[in-house]
C-alpha cells in the first residue's frame, strides 16, 4: 500500500540543519537545478516540519506515536515541486515555488512530470494507491500498474466540502493508526464524518464520507 501526499506552497520559516541529512535518492542531481535556478537557501527541515499547509498542519506527524509515524514513513510519496518526489521525512529547504512556477522559460510541471510519471510507474505496480492529493497533482502520476487507486470525497451537511485538505490528512491518521487495509475503508471515520458509501469501477475506488456538519 502506497500513500500519495501532497506538495505545500506555505513553508516554515523554523531554524534547521546545515548539514548533511538523509536523502530520498530519486532526482537529487535534477533538484540541484532548481536549487540554483531560485536561490534556494541551505538551511535544511524534513518534510514534515517544513510544509506547513492545512494538510501537513492537520496531519501533525511528530506527534503521533512512533509505529504511526513509521507506517506513514515507510508507505508515503510526497510530491515536491523542488524535490520532484520526497520521502516524509527527506530533508527540503524552504521555497516559495509551486508547479505552474518557471526555470527557465520551463514550468515545473513540465520539468519534472515525465520524472514522476517513470518513478511512480514502477514503484507503484501492483500496489494499492491511496491519493491523498488533488486532481492537478493526480496528474503528475503513472497509475497504469497500481492494482487499485483509492480516493476520498467528503460531504458536510449534504455539501461537497471545497478545500478536503485538513480531511485528507485525518483520513490518513486514521488509516496508518488503525493500520487498515482496503477491505477496511468502511471503518474509517473522524470528528462526526463516517463513510456513507464505497464505490468501485475497475481499478478504482471511491470513499463518500458524510458528516452534520458540526465541526469541519
Known sequence: MFYILPSSKKQSKMKGSQQSMPHTGFFETKAQKLVRCFSVGDDLLPVFRRFKNAFWESLEYWVLPPAVQKRIKERSLVLSPLLGIALVDSPTPKYNFGW??????VK???FWVQDIKNLTKKLLEDKVV???VGKKEASLLDLSTASKVITFEYYKANK???????HRAYTL???AEKNLNISNLFKINFYDYTVESIQEKGRY???L???EGRYI
Not at 461537497?160 to 485538513?166: A, C, D, E, R, S
Open 100 to 105: 505552474e512556477d518557471e526555470c527557465e522559460g
Open 108 to 110: 515545473l510541471r513540465d
Open 130 to 132: 491511496i491519493l491523498f
Open 160 to 166: 461537497k466540502v471545497k478545500n478536503p485538505m485538513p
Open 173 to 175: 491518521r486514521y488509516i
Open 205 to 207: 475506488i471511491n470513499v
Open 209 to 211: 464520507l458524510k458528516s
